[in-house]
């Protein structure tokens, strides 16, 4: 029987590690790692490829990754909420919107947000957090995602927080950044989960 039909070697194609392919595509890390990996799509693309040659070696695992942002610190907390809504399009956009608004209090000098103004963008943040379930912990640092400069002025974005003459703009401004970064995401970049590894 097996001259009829041509049987293939367990383990010599790799398990399907996609989780999920929209809005942002998850996938199962094929090696062990303690956090969420971000990768451009291309170099995702080449990785995939390795690993599908890897297997169909027999060589296991693979141990080489292509350039890679490992999320960590504040990082890691906004991924796994985003990880946590990953089929709910409209719950992670709002993840990124918080993220967004703590991002602006605890990096952006803004002189609005010298004013009794900050009590206000305090509460928002507060009933976001408490909406969707999320908490930062530890000392806060970066808290939204790596974007390569390819794809995203950094500073342009910052500048416009800075020039906001009211809440309301400002509220504007960080809501179409954040949005702007989702859509980014979204279209350039891979995020492996944490795990042993398949």
């Not at 929209?22 to 799509?41: D, K, T, V, Y």
């Not at 605890?106 to 408490?130: D, N, S």
Request: hydrophobic share 35%.
């Amino acid at each position: 029987m097996g001259k009829l039909i041509p049987f293939k070697e367990k383990g010599s194609v790799p398990p399907d590690n996609v989780i999920t392919s929209r809005p942002w595509e998850f996938r199962r890390a094929g090696w062990e790692s303690g956090h969420f990996i971000q990768m451009l799509r291309s170099q995702s693309g080449v990785l995939e490829k390795h690993r599908k040659e890897v297997y169909e070696n027999g060589a296991g695992r693979v141990y080489h990754l292509p350039p890679h942002y490992v999320l960590t610190g504040s990082m890691a907390f906004t991924i796994q909420g985003l990880f946590r809504y990953r089929e709910n399009e409209e719950k992670m956009r709002e993840v990124y919107y918080l993220a967004g608004l703590i991002d602006c209090i605890i990096h952006q000098v803004t002189p609005l947000l010298r004013t009794a103004a900050i009590k206000e963008m305090y509460g928002k943040i507060t009933t976001l957090k408490a909406f969707l379930d999320m908490n930062w912990y530890g000392s806060m640092d970066q808290v939204l995602l790596p974007l390569d400069a390819q794809f995203h002025n950094e500073s342009e974005y910052r500048g416009s927080l800075v020039k906001a003459p009211t809440m309301i703009e400002l509220y504007r401004v960080i809501k179409e950044g954040t949005e702007e970064m989702f859509e980014i995401l979204s279209h350039e970049y891979t995020f492996y989960t944490p795990g042993r590894g398949i």
